[in-house]
């Protein structure tokens, strides 16, 4: 095709009295934009090339950059948005479908901005959790219809449980759309923090069996890297139905990323794409999820928890009731903000519901038919702070999942390109020269940092409350509160308005 | 004596490259400049002074690491140095030139067996090398480098390193 109708969506704009020609920029940039113009002796950019991931802004020592939306305005007009208008051609130029990387970005209702929390005045005191005991700990699992203890007091016939130091996991992340240093750090970082990392559909590194009592391994479509001692070498096995980026659709890692040690995890030949079917084909209704449940618990002697991964779909309050009654211990819900590494534009922005609702509807639904005992609840997509976990909590989730926040933290900047493979930060690449852009050593400091800072606000907002364990906190409603939500979102949401 | 000064020498803290971390980006070079400028300004040390980086990055393909002077024991570039502009403090190890008594005569450029001496970038008779950025406590390469590629410590009794 002759012309191309591409125009750049950043603006690279380069101070020339800071700019020292050092050219960090244009050995930082994967993109290629930042080139040394040798006739002209300065810095030039391809603005076209940009993604806006800021690597070159916060690697640039004069801080001689700076980047923009690139001021091209089109014919106003509501409805045919810049957007829509560049997915357009985009499409007409390849014929092909728009992908995308991170959670869903569109202007639609966030509901966590949307709920307060309670604190304690007067007639009820709120507690300093610097100077008394604050229980974070959580446990997920099935938890017994009765406590039953043994002649030495300890309690028997427990079902195995997760412990937590707080109620927080990192997301299904897979070796492959992340890189091994990511991988790492997340690993490293949930072993030192007493909490749990999740494989994603990747299989395990060898180098990571070590961190197998913080690993959560999962069991996808694709089945890729699942073997016994696979099965055997995490604490808990989640066989993940849905993803809140992507419902309905399975995933796609394209050959490129393929390599030598991605081929050896995921059990596939080098070089060739890794397709996760849509569906199971093993599963084609709550019985047969029920026999994935109970193979997996045979597999794994009943000593390992198994959780359920569902996006949070129109119908999730039934389908969760039906996967407590398959016997899982643990669902977990993302929602359709929740991020992946590469999901069609379309499905992303238009498919799934929000978290908090889907939430709040799972949680009542449970309760109704009596088998909220049976399964902790965990949810993500998209846990933005600590807040939106108390409100999570209170919302009646067990725990959460992050996994935007926990790739935040170790650099991204949610430029939403993860599908290239160019990520300049070293994390959603499998290019030697970029994986080492993350030391595993600084993403476990900066993990376990995001992770402590919010465990601490947690503390503070539940003492707030005048609440000392987490527990306690746990489908406490009434500790929320509405703001601008109307009757019909107040209902699902079990809260009542701001005032009343 | 001799004996007890070369303990000394032998424990002095020493900038280390980890390959693996090492990006290659040279701002280990950028803020070398800085760190010996005259105006201690970046920008300023890079448009208006004339000042050649002490470190050298290596690369091979995805591979680098900055490479500085090792401070050796024996100093071959100071045993080498025809005006003794070239020397090793005894009291803190570091080997250091000093460019008013330097004439240019590359003898330490050849002496060296890590390649860690260059020829001044401006034309000017003299040697660049490293001081360990003596007046400022932790070498500016090592504080300023984004992926923790360079470390600077002392050897530990049972590590391996440049004697």
New interface residues.
Partial sequence: MSLTMKSPEFLIDRDD??C?????CE??CANEVHYYDHDLSKMSAVDLNCVNCHRCVT?C??KALRISKYPLEYKENYNWSAEMINNIFKQAETGGVLLTGMGNPSRKKIYWDHLLLNASQVTNPSIDPLREPMELKTFLGRKPERVEFNGEGNIVNLPPQLELGTPIMFSAMSFGSISLNASKSLARAASELNMMYNTGEGGLHQDLYQYGENTIVQVASGRFGVHKEYLNAGTAIEIKIGQGAKPGIGGHLPGEKVGEEVSRTRMIPQGTDALSPAPHHDIYSIEDLRQLIYALKEATVYAKPVSVKISAVHNVAAIASGIASAGADIIAVDGYRGGTGAAPTMIRDNVGIPIELALAAVDDRLREEGLRNQVSLVVGGSIRNSADIVKAIALGADAVYIGSAALIAMGCHLCQKCYTGKCNWGIATQR??LV??L?P??GVERLKNLVKGWSHEIKEMLGGMGINAIESLRGNRLMLRGIDLNPNELEILGIKHAGE | MQESRREETLRMKRIYALEEHCLGCKLCEVYCVASHSVSKDLVKAHKTEEITPRVIIESSGDTSFALQCRHCDDAPCARACITGAMQKDPVTGIVSCDSERCVGCWTCIMACPYGAIRRDKYGRSIISKCDLCAEEGEPSCVSHCPNNALIYKELEANERGVE
């Fill in positions: 009295d800071r020292i020609n050092c050219q960090v050995r930082q690697l020592p004069s030697a020269d080492k852009r030391n050593e600084i």
